[in-house]
């Protein structure tokens, strides 16, 4: 029996399942809908596929770097717990391992990729994972970098992996240096390498905002811009990398230690596992009394 659009495209409808999970299904049952079903539930797919609701905001980043090419991932989980379980974490490194190969431009792009050229895809064995697991997993995001001859990246993971980091360094070949900056970044959070990165915007608007500060605490206008400049490389201080002070020597600035060294920050990405997702709050009381009623 062919198998057709339509036919995949209630199945999935049916399970949650990837699209080509759904098709794979039909072709091995010859389009029995009651058989595929039964098919991605054995396969644990349709299953994982029922805890899509449930909150992934725990897991793992990692980084892996091969030539000229590095990648850094984060992929969620639902408790703190399994990320310190040896399948989740070899999940994490195939996934970093797979995109780094493959080059995906999306996650949505790298999700329907055959994992590591295989039959199956990402997310079937995502999927495979989550059956075995027993919680809903995820890859959320990763960057891709890369770099010349000339450069180093430099990687570093905080707390397991629950901070991860990418550098690249530019002129060098220490790679201290770049997993020192890398340390740096994971600890003090900078948003930008440097001040030609902040917009004309967003200082004109924190610009204002400090003059109005100051106008506020009764200062004399004829000092208020002198006031509002010494207060805005506070703000750089806190935004870019280069004006901070350096985490493992605070009486020199990052820009300035890195130039001692004959190098220069080119570009780094720091993920923090969970960050800007919204963690459900369970009610345990109301948990256990929905369990009692059913």
Do not use: W
Not at 50 to 71: I, M, P, S
């Amino acid at each position: 029996m062919a198998v057709t659009a339509s036919m995949v495209k209630e199945l999935r409808e049916k399970t949650g399942a990837g699209m080509m999970d759904c098709k794979k299904a039909l072709v091995e049952v010859d389009g029995d809908m009651d058989k595929a079903i039964d098919y991605l539930r054995e396969k644990g797919i349709a299953k994982a596929e029922k805890k899509a609701d449930r909150v992934a905001a725990e897991g793992l980043t990692a980084a892996v770097a091969e030539g000229n090419k590095a990648v850094l991932v984060e992929v969620n989980s639902e408790t703190d717990f399994v990320s310190k379980n040896e399948n989740f974490q070899a999940l994490v490194k195939e996934l970093a391992e797979h995109i780094l190969s493959a080059n995906p431009a999306s996650v949505e792009e790298a999700l329907e990729q055959p994992f590591k050229g295989g039959s199956e895809t990402v997310q079937s064995h995502i999927n495979t994972a989550i059956s075995k697991i027993g919680e809903k997993l995820s890859l959320r995001r990763f960057t891709i970098a890369e770099k010349t001859d000339e450069d180093v990246f430099g990687s570093y993971l905080h707390m397991g992996g629950r901070i991860g980091v990418l550098t690249v360094i530019g002129s060098s070949s220490d790679e201290a240096l770049a997993k020192d900056i890398a340390m740096h970044v994971a600890a003090i959070n900078p948003t930008y390498v440097s001040r030609d990165e902040v917009t004309g915007d967003e200082v004109d608007r924190e610009r204002e905002v400090l003059k109005q500060q100051a106008l506020n605490e009764g200062k004399p206008e004829n000092i208020v811009e002198k006031m509002v400049e010494g207060r805005l490389s506070k703000f750089f201080e806190q935004v870019c990398l280069l004006d901070q002070p350096f985490v493992k020597d605070g009486d020199q600035k990052v820009g300035k230690y890195v130039k001692a060294k004959n190098a220069t920050v080119k570009s780094f990405v720091r993920y923090e596992v969970g960050e800007g997702i919204e963690k459900r709050e369970d009610n345990f009381a109301e948990e256990v009394m929905s369990q009692v009623k059913k």
